[in-house]
């Protein structure tokens, strides 16, 4: 938003509406000292633009958020604080949602994703029973430097014929760890057949971190770009389970003391292709051969040394800012 808009929008309310409007003024400078990111990946390539250039408004309750949420109107929404949501919110279409600082973000229910065109950037996510992100149906979606903690099951799940998708500069872990302490799934049953030629991501420059157990993804059907990630989760089962009919194409990423950094799957497991990896305390798999490059990528993109991911990635990976 522009300062004069805002400046207007001061000088036109009574006393009480310029304390509020200076509060939102504070709020909206937080969120565009850091900016939107623009898409990349596939949610990029997909031309994904969220809110564009709607009005920013600042929600403080679950109450506010839900009335601008399920929907398919343009909204570019600013989340001050850390809300609880009490139960599933369902996003629409066409949607920015954004946190105002470091602090803010939501818990207390799964956020389900099943429209088309949106963005979620700076918010710190969870915990919550169940996935805390499900993104079931959704296209053109581009969650980017999020923090996903504590989670009953999936941490963010990307499912039933969800496309062009990009997860990066997020951060995942658990502070106390259990048996179904998961990152995501792409792709959730191996009768689904309608997800074939869909579920296009592009994961990059994430962290998982303490706790998580497996799952970093597990793909079934899915066209998986994975470069630049940075784990690190001693005692996990595996980090990347390569499912059924799944294509995925890791580069440049750094395995630091984990067990099985990729896993076949099901009893079609699909193929799975690297380069330019990093082991450290960890061990290349060697269940099927290299197939890389997997299949052919639609969009540009720059590679981080390998040797830098560790550092990259934990300075600026999750809710943070300027980095």
């Not at 939102?24 to 990946?41: H, K, N, R």
């Not at 941490?155 to 997020?170: A, E, M, N, P, Y």
């Not at 099901?266 to 990093?278: R, T, V």
């Amino acid at each position: 938003m522009k300062k004069e808009k805002i400046k207007n929008m001061i000088m036109n309310r009574s006393n009480s509406g310029i304390i509020y409007c200076m509060i939102f003024l504070t709020s909206i400078t937080m969120v565009y000292a850091q900016e939107i990111a623009v898409p990349d990946g596939y949610a990029g390539y997909a031309g994904t633009t969220g809110g564009g250039d709607a009005t920013p408004v600042v929600v403080t309750t679950a109450e506010k958020l839900r009335s601008l949420t399920d929907d398919d109107t343009p909204g570019m929404i600013v989340v001050q604080g850390r809300i609880d949501l009490g139960s599933s919110l369902s996003i629409g279409s066409n949607k920015t949602i954004v946190g105002a600082d470091t602090s803010s973000g939501l818990y207390g229910g799964t956020i389900n994703v099943k429209g088309h065109n949106s963005i979620f950037q700076n918010l710190t996510l969870g915990p919550t029973e169940g996935d805390i992100m499900e993104i079931s149906g959704g296209t053109n979606i581009f969650v980017h430097k999020c923090e996903f903690v504590n989670s009953t099951d999936e941490s963010l799940s990307i499912v039933r014929g969800s496309d062009f998708v990009t997860v990066s500069w997020c951060k995942f872990y658990f502070t106390k760890t259990h048996s179904h302490a998961f990152g995501h799934l792409i792709g959730n049953r191996t009768d689904r057949v309608s997800d074939s030629g869909k579920l296009n991501v592009t994961m990059h420059h994430n962290f998982y971190g303490a706790g998580l157990r497996s799952r970093m993804p597990r793909v079934r059907y899915g066209h998986v770009h994975i470069y630049n990630n940075y784990y690190n989760n001693s005692g996990n089962n595996y980090c990347i389970g390569v499912g059924h009919e799944s294509k995925i194409r890791v580069e440049n990423v750094y395995f630091d003391n984990v067990n099985s950094p990729w896993k076949g799957m099901d009893a079609n497991p699909g193929e799975i292709g690297w380069a330019g990896l990093k082991f450290e305390g960890s061990s290349q798999p060697t269940f099927t051969p290299n197939k890389f490059p997997v299949f052919d990528l639609p969009y540009k993109y720059i590679l981080h040394p390998v040797d830098s991911v560790r550092s990259y990635v934990t300075a600026g990976a999750g809710n943070v800012f300027n980095k």
